[in-house]
């Protein structure tokens, strides 16, 4: 079946440096899947970040972006200079038809702790 | 905007024992979803509900029932809950049930089973 693998956490930066995220996927059922970031702030529902529906295109939100990478099938966060409130888990996910009708996989999240 | 509240917040539980968690959204969203999430795993899907009296059964539906009687209700209940078992159940909502489509979560019930 489909899976998303993202980087293992915890990571820890400190305020001001740059930082990614890497989440590469395997689509089995569909050959351009739709990708997607979420994250769960501390005391916060899970909730959307950013989503790209086309291959090539690069998806942004609150100073990240991920661009899909149809050729190495990955869907990399990056933010150039993060901030404390960044802090938050961050998961990669996929839409998947494979079953007939879609739902999301997810990865396994990416604990991200800014150090002030 | 909108809010999805799931009750309880916490859920103890002994082995064996049937138990129900219960989701509210005053979104008007037609999609609704139970996922489980395991300790540093990623979300499992166990039911969704694609309009009222709806049920679609995700990778993860066995020792689990779910039931959407209203259009801003999604129940799941665990039909024996098993020893030492620990997970956080998080049920969403979207407007269709798309694959762009965005999902909104609620806060998670987390579960533990004595």
């Known amino acids: 079946g489909d899976s998303v693998t993202q980087t293992e956490g915890p990571v820890t930066v400190s305020e001001s440096e740059s930082l990614i995220i890497n989440c590469t996927y395997s689509a089995t059922s569909i050959a351009y899947p739709n990708l997607f970031w979420y994250v769960r702030y501390p005391g916060e529902g899970l909730q959307l970040l950013l989503k790209?529906?086309?291959?090539?295109q690069k998806g942004s939100s609150r100073g990240f972006e991920a661009t899909y990478n149809k050729e190495t099938t990955s869907f990399h966060l990056q933010k150039a200079s993060v901030q404390e409130s960044d802090s938050a888990v961050y998961y990669c996910a996929l839409g998947d038809g494979s079953s007939g009708s879609w739902q999301l996989i997810f990865g396994s999240g990416t604990q991200l702790t800014v150090m002030p | 905007g909108g809010i999805i509240t799931q009750t309880p917040k916490f859920l103890i539980g002994q082995e064996g024992q049937k138990l129900t968690l219960k989701c509210q959204q005053n979104?008007?969203?037609?999609?609704m979803y139970w996922y489980r999430q395991d300790s540093g795993k990623g979300l499992r899907l166990i039911y969704y509900?694609?309009?009222?009296?709806?049920?679609q059964k995700g990778d993860l539906s066995e020792g689990y029932d779910a039931s959407r009687e209203k259009k801003s209700s999604f129940s799941l209940t665990v039909t024996s809950a098993q020893k030492n078992e620990m997970a956080v159940f998080l049920c969403a909502s979207s407007i269709e049930t798309f694959p762009n489509e965005r999902l909104f979560f609620g806060h998670g019930t987390k579960l533990s089973v004595l």
């Open positions: 509900s694609i309009t009222e009296n709806d049920l």
């Open positions: 979104f008007n969203h037609d999609t």
């Open positions: 790209v529906i086309t291959a090539g």
